[in-house]
Structures are given as structure tokens and as C-alpha cells.
């Protein structure tokens, strides 16, 4: 049975369209619209180029399809808006069913996990008029049974509040979140938001006292300014930056501190008391909140099994919206091994697009050699290699590399790449091997979810990759979960001592990253990556 699962974005507030393919209960594609179409969460689009590739990487066609599945069940028109748009793009439309957003947000995030019973908290901006959804999930054979424990509205939504402060700063929500997370920790938490959202551990629910920081009643596009100024600024004295990014003065970085302690506060009261109230040890989360790995850290200190969908946020719908369908319809679906389930390229294809780009290279036996060579030289690498990431982290194969025992790299990579701004951390990618003597109490995070307090001797090690407040968002790499990876950094620790790697994602400041071998070499030559290994191909600037 082939489960086409989507997220369309066509609702007001909807983006990060996305396809995801499970052929007989096995994930077999998953691709964001954004990757292929090269605008940035695609607001408004359909994902007919993603539900292209998927069908492409099975090597199937429409007509194999045996439903289609989205999220936006609340939305009736959403289902003839689908089909008008399959028959539009390929002149047949399998049929269609709808699902609940916050459902698909649980079942992606269960049905990935492997769990067989877990607490499944879904917690994002709004979808289906839900902005918060708690429930159990259990396996039953293999359909999965849920039972909903609490549900809030955009009123108590932790997204739109974290959205909210993040245009307040000067950065677009849904993609500036991360940029108030890494200010937080140069700031201190002065003010006192809970007025605004807490949970309240006596009725078990979230309540908003005040929801005058927001102009609710008017607000139907998550890009649009709906933040009250005027309120904001009598609450916490702080006036909003004129020159955002660069006209930050300590105020602002303590504002963003504040916003992500009440924000912290908050999410963590909720998931206590659920933890608590239902006695599971089994947590999974998902919702684009739960992409916040400063908040998730907290988590990691618990006695219980904590698994974080890598693609949480809107984008990963897709995936939760074919697997809830599966796990209802008694189609027992494998968990995700990992999240390279985008599209590769044979040598043919990557030769091809180097020569019609008429730019010079080399064809190497064993990229992972030369390429430790050159991040061990203090070289940037752009690391092009297998399967596209699903989700919006870059985990070795569509990345941006660098050597993270220079503590200046940082600096680095930002004059020469990302343009970013200073306060933002890069991650490191660690050898799983290595980390089990690093003094971490979890090494096995494979996904980026979560950020972690390094240690000492660790921090030593990876200086260029430890962020100002001693902490980093680590990505252990093994040869089980990512073989291509994890062999370019065995030679890393051949011949740097440690397999470690700065890792961030390859693309330019405010583009998709790349999924295909030309939209890396346009990346490598409008940019400082001094040298591109594209599959088993090597390209070199003339001037390095
Ligand atoms: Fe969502």
C-alpha cells in the first residue's frame, strides 16, 4: 500500500509545504517544497515538486497512490483544493483524506520513535484551531490507539507567544525563534512574563492572564507584525530595536532571555505534570516548540525516554499525516531509522551538472581523506554526499564543515558564509565513540534536538564549537545511523585527534539548503567555501 502523505500549504497561516511516501509500512521519501522549489517555507505553495521526487525515489507513479493524506481537517475546502491541484500537476488525483494537524504532529513523532507506549505532547504556533495537544499513544497490534488528555487554543499558544517576542526583536517568525534562543544566553531574565502564559499546575491547564501583547482577533498570517508595541514596551521597558540585528543593546538580549526562561517555564510545568499524572516513562515531542534545545536540555535530566521528532516543526506534517492514516488503518509502520530520506545523485548526474557549469574538478577514490585534509588545514568545506536531510538540520550530508579546535572558526565561517550574527552558536558533529568518555550523561543524539551542557575536557576539544553560555547542540554521529558521516570522521580523528566537526547547514543567510549537485556549486561560488567535495568530486577556488 502506498500512503502519500502532504502538508499543502494553503491555509492563511500554513507553510514549509512538504511529501512524504510509505510504501507498505515503511517510510520510503520525504522532501520539503522548499528544497526543490528554492524559496524559503514556501508560504502558500502546494508541494508538487516534493510529491514528485517522492513518487520518482519510489520509482512509482500517481496512479500507485492509494490515498493521499494531509492535515487541515478543520478545513473542509482543503480536500477539493488538493485534488484540483493533483489533477492540475499531474492529471489524476488518488483519493484524498484529511487529518487533524495536532494528530499528525503526535503520530509523526510516536510512530517515528519506535515507542510502544508513550506521553505525546504536540506544541507549535496553531493547526486546526489546536495549539496545544497532549495525549497517550499506545500500540495496539498495529494500529495506535490515542487518548487526548488536554487541548488549548491559540489563546494559550507557547508558539505564538515565542513568535510574537521574535518579530518584537526584529526577526521574522518561524525562522527567527533560533536567533532569540542563542541571544537568551548573553541576556539575563529580568522580566517577569508569567502574566502573560503560565501553566497552572491546580487545573492542570495553560493560562494566558493577558493576551494584550498580541493583536489576536486581526492575526491570520504567522508573517505578519501582530505584536502590541505599545504594550510590550510598558510591560518590560524595552524598546523595540530600530536596526534589528545590529542595533541590539543589553536590554534586547536580556528581553530574549526573559521570553525564553517563561517560555521554558511554561513548557516544562506542562510536560511535568502530564509525565506525572499519567506515570510514563516514554516522552515524545513534537510541534515546531519542541525544536527549542535549550528547553529540551532540561529534559535529558529526567529519568525517562525523551524522543523529539527531528522534523517537529510544520514541514515534518507530511510524515505525521501519512502515518497517522497508517497507524488508523491498521498499516503497522517501521520507526525512522534516519532522516536522509531525500533525494541523491548518481556520479552521472553530479558530472553532469559540473560540466555544463563548466567549472574545473577532481574525481577522487575516497572523498573522506582529502577532506579531513582540509578541515584539519582550517579550510571551509562544503560536504555534499548521499541522501538530502528531511527536517530543517543539516546532518552531514548536505553540510557546511570546519575544524571546531580553532576557537575563532566561528568567526570564520561567518565572514566568509552565513553572514550571522555573532550571538548565533554553530553545532558540533561528534563521533558517538568519542563521546563516551566525554562525561555526557546522554551521547546518543542523533538529530539536533537537544542541547547540552559540555564538559570541561570536551569544551577543550571543540572550543569553535561551545556557545557562550558553555553549552552546544551536539549531533553524535555513528556508522549505524549515518555511515557516509561517520566515515569522514573517523579520518577527521585520524588526523585532527578528535572526530569532531563544526556542522551547519549549507546554504546562504535566508535560502533552503541545497538539495541538488547545482544548487551547491551556486552556493560554493557565491560564497567563502574554500573547497567543495561533491560526492567523489573535489572543487577548489582558483585563489586558494
Ligand atoms: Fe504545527
Not at 542563542?182 to 493577558?210: I, Q, R, W
Amino acid at each position: 500500500m502506498n500512503i502519500l502523505g502532504i502538508h499543502a500549504a494553503y491555509t492563511s497561516r500554513s507553510h514549509d509545504p512538504s511529501a512524504c511516501l510509505i510504501q507498505n509500512g515503511k517510510v520510503i521519501a520525504a522532501i520539503e517544497e522548499e528544497r526543490l522549489n528554492r524559496i524559503k517555507t514556501s508560504t502558500s505553495l502546494f508541494p508538487e515538486r516534493a510529491i514528485r521526487a517522492c513518487i520518482a525515489m519510489a520509482n512509482i507513479s500517481i496512479h500507485e497512490i492509494d490515498v493521499v493524506v494531509a492535515d487541515g481537517s478543520t478545513y473542509p475546502p482543503l480536500k477539493d483544493k488538493i485534488n484540483r491541484s493533483l489533477v492540475d500537476s499531474f492529471g489524476y488525483s488518488p483519493p484524498i483524506e484529511l487529518t487533524h494537524h495536532a494528530y499528525a504532529h503526535c503520530a509523526g513523532s510516536f510512530v517515528s520513535s519506535g515507542f510502544d507506549e508513550a506521553l505525546v505532547v504536540s506544541v507549535d504556533g496553531v493547526g486546526d484551531q489546536v495549539a496545544t495537544l497532549i495525549c497517550t499513544a499506545k500500540k495496539l497490534g498495529s494500529s495506535v490507539e490515542y487518548k487526548e488528555l488536554y487541548r488549548g487554543d491559540i489563546t494559550t499558544s507557547l508558539g505564538v507567544y515565542y513568535s510574537v517576542f521574535t518579530n518584537y526583536l526584529g526577526f521574522r517568525s518561524i525562522e527567527g525563534e533560533y536567533k532569540v534562543m542563542g541571544m537568551a544566553a548573553y541576556g539575563s531574565s529580568k522580566h517577569d512574563l508569567s502574566n502573560l502564559l503560565e501553566f497552572n499546575p491546580a487545573t492542570g491547564e495553560l493560562v494566558c492572564k493577558n493576551n494584550q501583547f498580541i493583536d489576536l482577533e486581526n492575526y491570520t498570517s504567522v508573517f505578519e507584525p501582530s505584536y502590541k508595541e505599545k504594550f510590550i514596551e510598558s510591560l518590560t521597558g524595552v524598546r523595540r530595536p530600530v536596526y534589528f540585528s545590529n542595533g541590539f543593546q543589553q536590554e534586547h538580549f536580556d528581553l530574549a532571555a526573559s521570553v525564553q526562561f517563561q517560555f521554558q517555564k511554561t513548557y516544562l510545568d506542562l510536560i511535568s505534570y502530564f509525565l506525572k499524572k499519567t506515570g510514563l516513562k516514554k516522552l515524545c515531542l513534537s510541534g515546531g516548540c519542541s525544536l527549542n534545545c535549550l528547553a529540551n536540555k532540561e529534559l535529558l535530566g529526567k529519568p525517562i525516554d525523551v524522543y523529539v521528532m527531528p522534523a517537529a516543526s510544520d514541514r515534518g506534517l507530511s510524515m505525521g499525516a501519512a502515518m497517522y492514516m497508517a497507524s488508523q488503518t491498521s498499516q503497522s509502520v517501521s520507526p525512522v531509522q534516519n532522516m536522509y530520506l531525500g533525494r541523491s545523485f548518481e556520479p552521472a548526474e553530479i558530472k553532469k551538472s559540473l560540466d555544463i557549469c563548466g567549472v574545473s574538478y577532481t574525481e577522487l577514490s575516497d572523498p573522506t581523506i582529502g577532506c579531513a585534509s582540509a578541515i584539519a588545514e582550517g579550510k571551509v568545506v562544503g560536504w555534499f554526499q548521499g541522501r538530502s536531510e528531511f527536517g530543517p538540520r543539516a546532518l552531514g550530508h548536505r553540510s557546511i564543515l570546519a575544524n571546531p579546535q580553532a576557537a575563532e572558526m566561528k568567526d570564520i565561517l561567518n565572514a566568509k558564509i552565513k553572514f550571522r550574527e555573532s550571538y548565533r552558536p554553530f553545532a558540533p558533529a561528534i563521533l558517538e565513540s568519542e563521546l563516551n568518555d566525554s562525561g555526557l550523561d546522554n551521547t546518543h543524539l542523533p538529530y539536533m534536538t537537544f542541547t547540552v551542557d559540555v564538559p570541561s575536557d570536551l569544551a577543550r576539544k571543540i572550543p569553535g564549537a561551545v556557545h557562550f553560555d558553555g553549552t552546544a547542540r551536539v549531533q553524535s554521529v555513528s556508522h549505524d545511523n549515518s555511515p557516509l558521516f561517520a566515515g569522514l570522521l573517523d579520518q577527521v580523528q585520524h588526523q585532527n585527534g578528535f572526530g569532531a566537526v563544526i556542522n551547519t547547514s549549507f546554504n546562504l543567510a535566508g535560502e533552503p539548503i541545497v538539495d541538488s549537485p547545482h544548487d551547491a556549486i551556486r552556493t560554493f561560488y557565491s560564497s567563502g567555501i574554500d573547497t567543495l567535495y561533491l560526492g567523489n568530486f573535489k572543487l577548489e577556488k582558483s585563489c586558494s
